[in-house]
C-alpha cells in the first residue's frame, strides 16, 4: 500500500474559525473534535490544523510562545489528547503545523536572548550590531527593511514577517537541537505530520549579504530573494527531520517553500531524504482556464520529477494566506458560478497527487468583506497598498447552518461572518449541492486505486478543454474539464462516474460551457 500521504485527502482546519464550542466566539479543539464525524463522512483522511500553540497572536498564531504548549483560546493539552485520540478512532491522521523559523518575542527564549550579547540565549536569534541594519532584506508584511531594533543590547534583530517575530539562528547547536526536541515530543504524543512554516527561510546567507536587484510585479519581489532565505543548508535539516520522522513510523513532513519560483518548491521533495511534500501553491494564481490549469500541473509533474521518479505531486486551491478559489473564479451568474466550483472539485481530486482542500472551500464558502476595525491579520495593517484588505477575508468563521452566527458559534464571532445562505446544513441533505458533489467525488476518489495511485497522461493541445487519463493496473477512468464556452465533442465510451452539462450521443458526448465528464474507459 502507498504511504497515507500520498494517497489520502487533506483538509486544512484554522482553528480559530472552525467550530466554536464554549461560546466565546473563537473557534477551539473541543470545536474540532465535534466536527471530526462531519470531516469522516465527507470522506477526509487528514487534517492540517494551523497553529494552536501558546502565542500572543501577533500574527494570528504564527507567533509561538511557547511549542509544546495549547494556548488556553483554544482549550488545553487534554483537548488536544482528545482530538487526535477520536481522530485515530475514525482514521483520521492530524498533521500540526510547527513555526520554526522564528519564535513570538515573547517566547521566553528571546525575552532572554535580547537582554544582554553574553547571555546563554543570544546566538539562538540572528543579530547585527548598529547603527545601521548590515543589508537590505525586507519584511513581507510592512515592506520596510527588515531589521528591527533591540535597545537592550544595541542590535538589531532579524524579523521578515514582523517584528513580533524575531527569526532564530539555525545555526546554532542548541536552538537546532531545541527544534528537533520540539518534534520529537510531538511525535511522541502520537501525530501523524507536521506542515513546516516557511521552511525555506530556515537558514540566511551567514555573510547576510544584500539581495540582487530584480524587476518583477510586486514591490517585495524587486529583489531576488538570494540571500535572506533558501540557503543549502536547509537541505541538510529537513534530512535530519526526515530520519526523526522516520523512527516513529510513517510520519508526514509537508513543507510550506514560499517562493515565485514553483521549481524550487520541488528541490524540498525527496522521498528518502528531504520532505514527503513541498506544497505546490500554482494553482492559487491561475485564472478560471483549463490551458493554464493544465500548464501548470505539467509543470509541477515535471518539476518534481527531477529529483526523484516517485516523487509525490500535490496540489491546492486555497489557504488561509491567499483569497479563496470560489472568490477567485466567482461568476455572477449562480448556475455559472456552482459549476465552475464543481469543477475546481473535480480538478482537484482527480488530478495524480496529494490534494488538500481548504475549510469552507467544499460548500464554496467565499472571501468575506471586513471593515477596517476589525481587522485582525498584520498585514491588513501593515502592507498598503500590496495587500488591502490584509487575509482575514479568508479566515472567517466556517458557516455550519443559518443560525445567527452560521451555527459556528454563540455569540459574536473573533471575526464577521459570510453570507449564511451557504452553509453546511442546507447543503447536506440537498443532492443537488456542493456539498453532496464534493462528497461524490471523494468517495469516488477514496475507493479507486486509479484515482489515487494511477499514472497520469495529459491531452496536448486541447485549448480551454482539460483532459487526462488516469490508469492503473488495467483500468482507464478520463476526465474531460471544459472550462470554456464553446461546447467540444469527444468521443468517449464507457461508465460516467461523474458529470455535468453533457449530452450523451450514440458515439460522441457533447460538453457543452463548463461541462464534466470522468468516464471509466471500456
Ligand atoms: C506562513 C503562514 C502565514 C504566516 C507566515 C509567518 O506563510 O502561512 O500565515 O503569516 O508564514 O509565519
Request: charged share 25%; aromatic share 12%.
Amino acid at each position: 500500500m502507498p504511504e497515507w500521504w500520498r494517497e489520502r485527502v487533506i483538509y486544512q482546519i484554522y482553528p480559530r474559525s472552525f467550530k466554536d464550542s464554549n461560546g466565546d466566539g473563537v473557534g477551539d479543539l473541543v470545536g474540532i473534535t465535534q466536527k471530526l464525524d462531519y470531516l469522516k463522512d465527507l470522506g477526509i483522511g487528514a487534517i492540517w490544523i494551523s497553529p494552536f500553540f501558546k502565542s500572543p497572536q501577533a500574527d494570528c498564531g504564527y507567533d509561538v510562545s511557547d511549542y509544546r504548549a495549547v494556548d488556553p483560546m483554544f482549550g488545553s493539552d487534554q483537548d488536544f489528547e482528545t482530538l487526535l485520540a477520536r481522530a485515530h478512532e475514525l482514521d483520521i491522521k492530524v498533521i500540526i503545523d510547527l513555526v520554526l523559523n522564528h519564535t513570538s518575542c515573547e517566547h521566553p527564549w528571546f525575552q532572554e536572548a535580547r537582554k544582554s550579547k553574553d547571555n546563554p540565549k543570544h546566538d539562538w536569534y540572528i543579530w547585527s550590531d548598529g547603527p545601521k541594519p548590515p543589508n537590505n532584506w525586507l519584511c513581507g508584511f510592512t515592506l520596510k527593511n527588515a531589521w528591527c531594533w533591540n535597545e537592550q543590547t544595541k542590535e538589531y534583530y532579524l524579523g521578515q514577517f514582523t517584528p513580533e517575530q524575531p527569526e532564530v539562528n539555525w545555526r546554532n547547536k542548541e536552538l537546532h537541537d531545541e527544534m528537533m526536541n520540539v518534534l520529537k515530543f510531538w511525535l511522541e504524543r502520537g501525530v501523524d505530520g507536521f506542515r513546516l512554516d516557511v521552511v525555506n527561510f530556515y537558514f540566511k546567507d551567514a555573510q547576510m549579504r544584500s539581495n540582487p536587484r530584480k524587476i518583477t510585479r510586486m514591490p517585495y519581489m524587486f529583489m531576488d530573494h538570494k540571500y535572506d532565505r533558501n540557503q543549502p543548508e536547509v537541505l541538510d535539516v529537513a534530512a535530519e527531520m526526515r530520519q526523526i520522522c522516520n523512527s516513529f513510523g510513517e510520519r508526514a513532513l509537508i513543507g510550506e517553500v514560499y517562493a515565485d519560483d514553483t521549481d524550487l518548491a520541488a528541490q524540498f521533495q525527496g522521498n528518502n531524504d528531504r520532505l514527503n511534500i513541498a506544497y505546490n501553491f500554482d494553482f492559487l494564481y491561475q485564472e478560471f482556464s483549463g490551458e493554464l490549469f493544465r500548464k501548470s500541473a505539467q509543470k509541477h509533474y515535471q518539476s518534481i520529477s527531477k529529483y526523484s521518479s516517485d516523487n509525490q505531486p500535490n496540489f491546492t486551491l486555497s489557504n488561509h494566506d491567499q483569497v479563496r478559489a470560489c472568490t477567485r473564479y466567482h461568476d455572477s451568474n449562480p448556475a455559472r458560478d456552482i459549476l465552475k466550483q464543481k469543477i475546481m472539485c473535480v480538478m482537484l481530486l482527480t488530478l495524480r497527487g496529494t490534494p488538500t482542500i481548504y475549510y469552507g472551500e467544499e460548500i464554496g464558502m467565499k472571501n468575506v468583506k471586513v471593515p477596517k476595525h476589525l481587522r485582525m491579520d498584520p498585514v491588513a495593517h501593515a502592507s498598503f497598498p500590496v495587500n488591502l484588505f490584509g487575509r482575514d477575508p479568508e479566515r472567517t468563521p466556517m458557516q455550519w447552518s443559518g443560525a445567527e452566527f452560521c451555527g459556528f458559534s454563540q455569540t459574536q464571532p473573533w471575526l464577521p461572518v459570510g453570507d449564511v445562505k451557504i452553509n453546511v446544513e442546507d447543503q447536506i441533505n440537498n443532492p443537488d449541492s456542493l456539498l453532496s458533489f464534493y462528497k461524490l467525488v471523494l468517495k469516488l476518489r477514496n475507493e479507486s486505486r486509479t484515482l489515487k495511485e494511477g499514472n497520469i497522461n495529459i491531452m496536448e493541445g486541447t485549448g480551454e478543454l482539460f483532459g487526462y487519463r488516469r490508469t492503473f493496473e488495467g483500468e482507464k477512468i478520463q476526465v474531460y474539464l471544459n472550462f470554456g464556452n464553446k461546447p467540444v465533442v469527444v468521443s468517449a465510451k464507457g461508465k460516467i462516474l461523474v458529470q455535468q452539462e453533457i449530452d450523451v450521443g450514440e458515439e460522441l458526448i457533447t460538453l457543452k460551457a463548463l461541462a464534466i465528464l470522468v468516464i471509466q474507459r471500456e
